[in-house]
């Protein structure tokens, strides 16, 4: 048997178990006597189909009714979602229900010579328990023969490194599309010949593809509209081509715990949210308070050669990007309120797009106007004195008018417990102007009562204007009382501080873990370490990793895992990839250490130490290294549900025994088994 043949056999062998798996293995798996009603769980079976499943010579127009049969009533739920046709259809084809069945028209005028299929997802369910019937597919062709080439893959969030489930993966023929490395326009010039979807582990088996060369691209497609949307939906993309006649061969099982057909992939798709582009202009401009503008681009890292302003002179502003694609700006004015006008007029110079999308260079004029407008609170406090001044002079007597609330305003907490290695961080309304440092009191009181000065300084955040930082060598054991004098501090508004007065204990190391990690990096690369939480929160970074120790201190008891970013061009973050550049995103892993295990357990005052092998970790991925590293996972999933289950039993028998009596049970996964083989014997094409 050559190898077309033998492809051939595996594909409707494939076919037959993807079809029938769900149905089949649910109503073997559970066959009995009948008890007297038990609540039905299983999925409606097809008894017949008209024409037949597999059909070929199919006409392109006037196409007759589709009527598939089952042996119970059923329902279509989800079906704008769950059902799509492969290669898409036009106008998509309309299902209706129809005694205990269904019927199928097809609306468009088909391709000759091309193999059709109709993917239901879970959409068909029995009428009255809504059982679903997973991976129901109807598949005909135009021409004399159904193309037989089946391949599987795995599409995973290349920043969590974890499953994107639910998404379309689209194959073009090499050969239909334009080869431009510069631009890949495929994604919005074609339509893809073969669609294939993924599960909810993100596992896809792409079936009916012929044997020829593939383009290969998952599109997440969160408005189902079979449409790429940059800045939307996720999209990954396959370097080179790939021909399923080429690839290893795979192994197949009905997974029995999701209920429906899994693989090992052949494939993996490392998807991103790529930029969408828009047109650069200046939007909207404001200004908001007296001492601040606002300037609204519509996109991100707008090019601007120059601001100027009539009545303010070049070094009386400051520019501070607010987002991080800089696509808006503040104005910080650094005169004296005195010298503002109401009206500040001036000119920006910046590129902007023509009407072909084209940067050009331009000037457009500044009008910012602004002027006091009195808030609700403030009317309601000015109509309050206004009362007590006018109350005081009919009795007679003097009236001083109260001090009004200093406008200068920040954020610090006044008390709590500091994290030595984060200092103590305060946020201000507005830039500061000035700082008188040797104004600024640092005391600690020691177990014994006996005080001491302490070394403070307020040193500014290089990523944010606003953002200061009160640095000093914290240590435990004593209380700090942190003195800030009035005037010691002043904006560029003109507004100076009250008083200040904070207190403070410094955490206790002994309540913590500490991390401790061996780094053996490639030369001349850089990585980013970061240490998450159980549930996948970032609580640590480290940047600019290279080869020696790296330490996170201050660790809160619990789960941890990491997360490690090959910094290639050290910029100190993630990059995402751009589709249309067809350039691939940064890989970011998640570290698992000789065993398989990503999740790891800290408690109070241990030292834990790990080893990382950047060269392993970003080995390149083989069919193999990923179905180990899925098997791994799989795993670990099934050991914490199983401890949970463990944990939740006892109140489970505690209450099953004082309304019935204990009768035993099979506890935790019962006759399912620890993993995703282990109903149905392994498909293996080999």
């Known amino acids: 048997m050559n190898r077309e043949q033998r492809h051939i056999l595996i594909w409707a062998r494939g076919a037959v178990i993807l079809f029938f798996a769900s149905a089949f293995l649910s109503r073997c798996a559970s066959m009995m006597t009948p008890s007297g009603g038990p609540k039905d769980t299983l999925p409606p079976v097809i008894v017949e189909m008209t024409p037949d499943n597999f059909s070929t010579d199919r006409p392109l127009v006037g196409h007759p009714k589709i009527y598939i049969e089952f042996d119970e009533f059923v329902q279509l739920k989800d079906q704008q979602k769950e059902f799509f046709t492969s290669p898409g259809m036009k106008k998509k084809p309309t299902l209706t229900v129809r005694g205990k069945g269904i019927v199928i028209q097809l609306r468009d005028t088909l391709e000759p010579n091309t193999t059709y299929a109709l993917d239901f997802g ?8 809504g059982n679903p019937l997973h991976a129901m597919r109807y598949v005909f062709s135009t021409g004399p023969e159904i193309d037989s080439m089946i391949l599987s893959g795995y599409t995973a969030d290349a920043y969590k490194a974890d499953s994107v489930s639910r998404t ?21 010039k074609y339509k893809p010949a073969v669609i294939a979807r993924a599960q909810t582990n993100g ?24 449409l790429y949307e940059p800045g939307t939906d996720q999209v990954g993309f396959l370097d080179g081509t790939y021909n399923p006649a080429e690839l290893p061969d795979f192994a197949m099982w009905f997974d029995s715990i999701r ?3 899994s693989a090992e ?8 949210t790529d930029r969408q582009f828009r047109r650069q202009l200046l939007a909207q401009s404001e200004r908001p308070l007296q001492h601040k503008a606002m300037l609204y681009f519509s996109a991100a890292h707008p090019q601007i050669d120059s601001i100027r302003f009539d009545s303010i002179p070049e070094d009386g502003f400051i520019v501070d990007p607010q987002t991080v694609g800089r696509d808006t700006l503040a104005l910080w004015f650094t005169v004296p309120s005195a010298e503002l006008p109401d009206t500040i007029r001036g000119s920006i110079t910046y590129y902007k797009h ?34 007590e001044r006018r109350k005081a002079e009919e009795a007679g007597e003097e009236w001083t008018e109260p001090k009004p609330a200093n406008p200068f305003a920040f954020k610090l907490s006044l008390s709590g417990e500091i994290n030595p290695e984060n200092h103590l961080v305060v946020d201000f309304d507005y830039p500061l102007a000035r700082v008188d440092s040797s104004a600024l009191l640092l005391t600690v009181t020691h177990p014994d009562k006996s005080v001491d000065d302490v070394p403070v300084h307020l040193v500014r955040d290089t990523a944010s204007l606003r953002r200061w930082y009160f640095r000093a060598p914290w240590q435990t054991g004593g209380q700090y009382t942190l003195t800030v004098p009035e005037g010691a501090i002043t904006d560029i508004a003109g507004f100076s501080n009250d008083s200040i007065v904070g207190k403070y204990t410094v955490l206790d190391p002994e309540k913590f873990a500490t991390v401790k990690i061996d780094v053996a990096g490639r030369e001349g690369v850089r990585y980013i370490i970061q240490l998450l939480d159980g549930g996948g929160s970032l609580k640590q970074e480290r940047r600019d990793v290279v080869s020696g120790p790296v330490q996170f201190d201050y660790v809160s008891p619990g789960e941890i895992k990491f997360r490690v970013i090959e910094d290639l061009d050290g910029n100190g973050k993630w990059d995402t990839g751009d589709v249309v550049a067809r350039r691939q995103p940064e890989r970011a892993e998640m570290y698992a250490d000789a065993s398989g295990v990503e999740t790891f357990a800290t408690k109070a005052n241990w030292e834990i130490e790990f080893r990382m092998d950047m060269p392993r970790i970003f080995a390149p991925v083989t069919m193999q290294s990923l179905s180990r590293m899925l098997d791994e996972r799989e795993l670990q999933r099934l050991r914490r549900e199983e401890e949970k289950r463990s944990k939740e039993k006892p109140k489970t028998d505690a209450s099953r025994d004082r309304q019935n009596g204990d009768t035993g049970g099979m506890g935790g996964f019962g006759s399912m088994g620890g993993g995703m083989k282990s109903v149905s014997n392994v498909f293996n094409t080999r």
């Open 259 to 261: 209920n429906y057909v």
């Open 203 to 226: 596992i896809f088996i792409a079936q009916n593809l012929k044997p020829i060369p593939y383009r290969v691209y998952a599109v997440q497609d969160k408005n189902d509209n079979q």
């Open 122 to 129: 879970s959409a068909l369910r029995d009428n009255n328990e």
């Open 168 to 188: 379309f993966i689209w194959f073009f023929p090499a050969d239909s599309v334009e080869n431009v490395a510069e631009y890949d326009s495929t994604l919005f």
């Open 265 to 272: 992939p052949q494939l993996y798709l490392r998807m991103f």
């Open 354 to 387: 023509d009407s072909v999308n084209l940067l050009q260079r331009v000037t457009e004029p500044l009008k910012l106007p602004w002027r006091f407008v009195e808030t609700k609170e403030q009317e309601r406090e000015r109509q309050k004195l206004e009362r």
